[in-house]
C-alpha cells in the first residue's frame, strides 16, 4: 500500500454480481495482500468523435489536459502508487514532460511508455512496464477523467478480496431496443426492431477495471496468440473468454466517458460543482 492512506480502512465490500455459470464453475480465489497496485492507463486513441484537434486523452478540461485529470484520479486512491500512461506512439516524450509539470501527488510513481496499434495492444504495453510486486492491476480509460476516488476504492478491494475481475457498472436506465441488422443499409436510415430488451438485467459498465494481474496477463498472452478476445471491447470481456469470473460494483456517474463535445461542457460542469462543494 501506498503512504496515502487516509487511516480509515475501507469497508468490507458487498457480495458483488456475479457473471453467469463461469462463477459457480470457477474455484475460490484467496484474498491478495502484500502486493503493490497499478493502474494502466491507455491515452493512445484519437477520439475523432470529439472534432478536430488534439488527441482526446491530450484535449483541455478545466485548465488541464483530459489525461491529466484521469491520472490525478488513480492517484488519489488509497492503494494506488505506480501508474503507468501508455502514450500515443508518436509522442511519448510530450506526455512525459507535461505529467511531469502537472500537480501531480509525489508519492505515486509514473511512468509513460509508447502504445501500440490498438486499445488492445496498448494495455499488452503498459503491462509489461509493470515490476514484479504489482499483483493488482486497475485498467482505466484516460477518457473517464473523473472518476472519484471511493469508486476506484471500491474496485481494488474487490480484487484483493478475492475476484479475479471486478467491473464497476451503472444500471441502464434507458429503453434498449434490439434491431434488425443489414450491412447494406444507408446510414440514417430507419432501422427494424426486432424486441424490447429486459433492461433489468443491463448494466453499463465504466473503468478502472480492477484485476488479478496473473489473469489479466494470461488473458492478454491468449489474444496476441489468436487464442481469444476476438470481439471484446474491454478488458473484463477477455477475462470472460478464459472462463473467468467477473464481478460487478457499483460504479458512479461521474464516471462518465468523455466522448462528444457535449461530455466536455459536462465534465466542465462537474469541476465547476467540485469547486464550489470542496472543503
Known sequence: MSDKSSGSPLPAPAPPRGAGAAESAAPPVPPRSGGRTAAVVPAAGRGERLGPGAPKALRDLGGAPVLV???????????????????????????????ASAPLPAAVEIVVVPGGANRQESVRLGL?????????????????ALVPAATVDSVVATVRAGAPAVVPALPVTDTVKRVGRDP??????PEPVVDTVDR????????PQGFDRSVLAEAHGNAAEGLGG????????????????????????????????????????????RETTAP
Open 230 to 273: 476476438e470481439g471484446a471491447t474491454d478488458c473484463a470481456g477477455m477475462v470472460e473468454r478464459l472462463g473467468r469470473p467477473v464481478v460487478l460494483v457499483p460504479g458512479h456517474e461521474e464516471a462518465f466517458k468523455i466522448t462528444r463535445p457535449l461530455d466536455l461542457v459536462l465534465a466542465e460542469a462537474v469541476l465547476a460543482r
Open 200 to 207: 433489468a438485467d443491463l448494466r453499463a459498465v465504466q473503468t
Open 184 to 189: 447494406n443499409r444507408p446510414a440514417g436510415a
Open 128 to 144: 509489461a512496464a509493470l515490476p514484479e510486486e504489482v499483483d493488482v492491476v486497475l485498467v482505466h480509460d484516460a477518457a473517464r
Open 69 to 99: 485529470h484521469a491520472v490525478r484520479a488513480m492517484c488519489q486512491a488509497d492503494e494506488v502508487s505506480l501508474v503507468v500512461v501508455v502514450a500515443p506512439p508518436e509522442s511519448p516524450d510530450a506526455v512525459r514532460a507535461m505529467l
